[in-house]
């Protein structure tokens, strides 16, 4: 481009969760504005097939396997990313899973995977990449992954809103105390539509009535986002929370026309 508006040119980027969704339209939207990117995923042959997307737009990618619930498995992939090419500059973890379930039938095991997957793994991923840039003297940018359903009530998916309603506020801890040369925020996707998650004609219709765009959203419209809250267009931008939800959370339950 013309004028450099985002200033990522050869930074270097690990995105976690990258192999796929909303973690592979992060990864190819930061390739496009430069970033070289470590794709991290549990499989390889995922993670792989986008560092072949990456590498036809002209950036370097490296794949590399790991569980970001398993703390050693995020040092370790650090120090491998750092390793093939160079110290790390930003991340994102683009990693979650929820389940159908009324608090009464919950039980602990169902609790811990929750907060392993969601609140955890984030934890894990952002220390270890904030650690690599107080060592390497960077500046830096990360962004984490929440959801609407951490902003206000999660009915029949408690323990994932609970998780990501710790991971806001973690977030906003980071900010805090890693300021100023490191950047932490966050996305609180709304419905968006993912290799795992599709929508029946009915679930369409509905978005007709509860969503102000009046349908779900692309995993693109949240690697867009994640570039800007990375770039240096949002210089200024640390310890928030963005909810990217087509008008999810400013709608009543019912939409009246």
Known sequence: ??????????????????????????????????????????????????????????????????????????????????RELGPVDCMVTVVGMAFWKPLLDVDA?????????????????????????????????IVGICSV?????????????????GLANLVRTMAVEWGPKIRINAIAPGAIRTPRLTFTPEALDMFKQRVGLERPGETDEIGKVALFLVSDLASYVTGHTIPVDGGWMAEYLIRRK
């Open 149 to 165: 359903s951490g902003l206000q009530s999660a009915p029949l998916h408690g323990p994932y809103g609970a998780a990501k309603a």
């Open 109 to 141: 095991e169902d609790w811990e995977m929750a907060f392993a997957v969601n609140l955890k793994s984030f934890f894990y991923t952002a220390r270890s990449v904030a650690r690599s840039l107080v060592a390497h003297d960077k500046q830096g940018a």
């Open 1 to 82: 481009m013309a004028h450099d508006v985002f200033k990522l040119k050869d930074k270097v980027a690990i995105v976690w969760g990258g192999g796929q969704g909303m973690g592979r339209s992060s990864a190819l939207r930061l390739a496009e504005a430069g970033c070289h990117i470590a794709v991290v995923d549990l499989e390889r042959d995922r993670a792989e097939h986008v560092c072949q997307e990456i590498r036809s737009v002209g950036s370097h990618a490296i794949p590399l396997v790991a569980d970001i619930t398993q703390e050693d498995q995020v040092h370790a992939t650090v120090d491998a990313s750092n």
